[in-house]
């Protein structure tokens, strides 16, 4: 994992590939370099203060996916994790869960986390078995809360806290 640069925004957006067996609740189509731009210039103004968002790179040096520790809420010590890989080649890979571990040790670590939450779909089978091989527990469930691809989807809700992390 690395800083992104305003060029791994632009590959990254440009090579998003939407999941339909394994949706997410983002679908955004018609993207364009402004748009990465746009995202990568919302990433600075963030980085360190809200969220903390590092690119995801193969050994090659190519840039697959980036992870985020977001919201972060320094009074409560709670903050939430999410990923996204551009390509469906990459995924169910291990660069997922390696990520997350590690973003999970640098929140419970280093910046004093207690608690790290990460939402998905019902339907994401992947997302869920990630979250599951992280040691997330399912704490909820929003019933009927997402509407996508023309149907209401419930939306799942995990979180690890840090003794269960330091357990692991």
């Known amino acids: 994992m690395a800083t992104l640069s305003r060029e791994d925004c632009k590959v990254l957006w440009n090579d998003f590939e939407y999941d339909f067996d394994n949706p997410t609740e983002a679908f955004n189509i018609g993207h364009s370099d402004e748009k990465a731009d746009e995202w990568f210039d919302e990433i600075q103004k963030l980085q360190g203060n809200r969220h903390v968002r590092l690119g ?60 790290i939450t990460a939402n998905t779909l019902d339907i994401n089978i992947g997302a ?28 799942l809700n995990y979180a690890i806290l840090r003794e269960e992390f330091l357990k692991m």
């Open 56 to 115: 995801i790179f193969k050994n090659d040096g190519s840039v697959v996916g980036d992870v985020a520790l977001q919201d972060i809420d320094r009074v409560n010590r709670k903050c939430s994790v999410g990923i996204g890989m551009a390509k469906i080649e990459n995924r169910s890979k291990g660069y997922g869960t390696q990520a997350v571990m590690l973003m999970l040790k640098y929140g419970f670590m280093y910046l004093g986390m207690e608690r």
């Open 128 to 155: 869920q078995k990630l979250l599951n091989k992280c040691g997330f527990l399912l704490e909820g469930r929003e019933r009927k809360s997402v509407y996508l691809n023309a149907e209401m989807h419930d939306r």
